[in-house]
Each structure stands twice: as structure tokens, then as C-alpha cells.
């Protein structure tokens, strides 16, 4: 097997695992989502292969929630907006491959875990369901996701702390992987 497979085989188990720790009982917004959007498209050269690897990690994860905890777990109406943030930040996490390990966890990885934040929060309060479409409502929406569980933390801490804590084991793992895979030397 060519090295560059194996490490691309190591990248999607790793992102693949790290998905389904979405089953494990968490704090709220304490998940892998933005660790591996950003790190899906900081892995894979072929920038297809970024994007792709993410959403099939949501998905099956989502599909793993939705059989254990039921299907409103893998099926809401924010979906589409978490969705075309783990696109639009795996094109980010693509576009910074450049960048030195460190600064993908900590300046990508905020910036990913806002991201994710600002859009979600915005998808809450476009339903109308919730919040009064005006200004005020949506304020209250974004200052509501900071503060919304007193046990866990706040939503937008939570999602930066756990992108930044996700994004090292995905950084980690595939470092130790590229150690052990021999390069060709012709």
C-alpha cells in the first residue's frame, strides 16, 4: 500500500472515531463537528477528499444519534445550516494547510468554533420559533447560545475549547501515523 493511502486511511478512521465520540455523553456544543471539518480539509490534498470526509463523518454520526436517541437527534431544522458550515469550514481548514500545526488548532480552530456559533445561533433565530425576527431577538438569541446551559459551560466557550481539544488527537494521532509510515525512496 502506497504511504499516502495509508495515511489517508489513518485520517478518515481517526475523523471517522472522533465522530462517533458524538454518542459519548458531553456538555453542550463539547463536540468534534468544527475539530473535524477543519482538520478534514487540513488532512486531505485533494480538496474533494476534504470536504467529503467531514460531511460523511456528520453523517454518519448523526445516523448513529438518530438510532440511539431517536430520529430528532439526526433530523432538525438547523441541519442544513450545520452542514454548510462543516463544508464552508472544511474549505478554511483546506485553504490553511500551510499553516504550522499549532496555529490550525488555535486561530483555525476559533475561528471555526465562531463560525460554526454565529451561523447556528443565526439558523435558531431565522425560525421564528424561538426569537422575535428583529434586532433585539437576535441579540438575545446569541447572548441565550452563550449562556445556554449553567451546568455546562456556554455553548460558543464549549465549541471552541472542544474544537481546539478534538483538532490536537486528530493532529497527534496522524503526526505518530506519518512517524511510522515508510517513505519511498526510489
Known sequence: MKPQRILDTAAITTISLVALSRLMPHWPNFTPVMAIALMGGVLFADRLRAVVVPLAAMLLSDAALGFVFGSEYALHGAQPWVYGSVFAISIFGHAIRSWRPASVVLGGGTLAAIGFFIVTNFAVWLSGSMYPLSF???????????????????????????????????????????????VNVK
Open 136 to 182: 433585539s431577538g437576535l441579540g438575545a438569541c446569541y447572548l441565550a447560545g452563550m449562556a445556554f446551559y449553567r451546568d455546562g459551560g456556554n455553548f460558543l466557550l464549549n465549541g471552541i475549547v472542544s474544537t481546539w481539544l478534538f483538532a490536537s488527537v486528530i493532529v497527534m494521532s496522524t503526526s505518530v501515523l506519518r512517524s511510522l509510515v515508510p
